[in-house]
């Protein structure tokens, strides 16, 4: 644990070192957002923040993990496997959400990939890390913690699919999450923190050393997200984060607190499938448009509702704290 927080601070201190450089070289590249017009209005003032500030996260955690690795590697003459895969997970998400990204800024301007367009690499990519996860981490088995139950189930060849859900519904959570300044880095620091604690009391050393330098990068980039934000997440960030994340769970085998842990953006989903699936039913059986919410995902009903910016992240971050100490809580059980 000394040693997973030492990396993570030097992790945060290279995110800020670096940071302004990054925004700077972003402005130059034109990568600003562009906000959609059916958003709130009080949002329109963001137009043009540089919006691909996730890079900042995956490239340290990245390049520090890898020189874990590589310092494993010559003084135990073996590779951190168990860390190999969230971050291969982080990178091909961000790879995907960096696409994502730029036809957003340039092909469909506010809008990015189209929807039934990505959905399809991100099962492809957590398909590709289930079948990897089942057969050759768990040794084909499909484990998982249940609180309050000594030992591991085996849910066999189920594994597979609920490993693709997790993975892709995580990945597509947070990406809802990040719609206010600070909002998606505070909550996703909150999980991969509460995750670092449950991996060092299962000793999972290479998973408690990835939770934590994700901590400690998600803090750099916080330095400059903080209302009002010199840059943005951007889907390379949150798509990246919410999948390693969804790794991070199961590997752990306590996956089935994920939705506690990642309390709010299981909300924000939930608002937004409510209010998706409540406009089309009220359209086709009363003829009239219904729905629940001003505005979804969750955090904009409020925006409407006259919160300001800052009482919305802050009091959505608490509401994230506690669903990480009760994910604690239960996994100790």
Do not use: C
């Not at 992790?11 to 940071?19: A, D, H, K």
């Not at 800024?105 to 398909?127: C, D, S, T, Y």
């Not at 999972?204 to 209302?227: C, D, K, P, R």
């Amino acid at each position: 644990m000394p040693f997973a927080l030492t990396v993570g601070i030097i992790t945060f201190i290279l995110s800020v070192i670096w940071g302004s450089p990054f925004i700077e070289l972003m402005r130059r590249l034109n990568l600003g957002k562009q906000i959609r017009i059916d958003g709130p209005q009080s949002h329109m003032k963001k137009m043009g923040t540089p919006a691909m500030g996730g890079l900042l996260i995956v490239g340290w955690v990245t390049v520090v993990t890898g020189v874990v690795d590589i310092v494993k590697l010559v003084q135990e003459l073996s590779t951190a496997e168990s860390i190999i895969l969230p971050v291969g997970v982080l990178v091909a998400y961000a790879i995907l959400g960096g696409i994502d990204d730029y036809q957003g800024f340039h092909k469909r301007p506010g809008e990015g990939m189209q929807a039934r367009v990505k959905i399809w690499f991100q099962i492809g990519i957590a398909l590709a890390v289930a079948i990897i996860l089942y057969l050759f981490i768990n040794d084909k088995h499909g484990w998982m913690a249940v609180p309050t139950v000594p030992v591991l189930l085996d849910i066999g060849i189920l594994y597979i699919p609920i490993a693709v859900f997790v993975i892709t519904g995580t990945a597509n959570a947070v990406n809802l999450t990040d719609g206010l300044d600070g909002l998606a880095g505070m909550i996703a620091a909150s999980a991969f923190a509460a995750y670092g604690v449950i991996t060092f009391m299962q000793d999972q050393q290479y998973l408690l050393l990835f939770s934590f330098i994700t901590v400690g990068a998600i803090f750099g980039f916080l330095w400059y997200n903080a209302h009002p934000a010199q840059m943005f997440m951007g889907d390379v960030g949150s798509q990246a984060l919410g999948g390693a994340l969804g790794v991070v769970a199961l590997m752990s085998n306590q996956w089935l607190i994920l939705p506690i842990i990642a309390f709010i953006p299981v909300a924000t989903t939930f608002s937004t499938m409510i209010q998706v699936v409540s406009a089309v039913l009220s359209r086709r059986f009363l003829g009239r448009d219904i729905r629940p919410f001003k505005m979804a995902p969750l955090h904009n009903h409020f925006v409407l509702l006259g919160w300001s910016e800052t009482q919305i992240v802050q009091r959505w971050w608490l509401l994230g704290i506690l669903g990480a100490m009760i994910g604690i809580a239960l996994a100790l059980m």
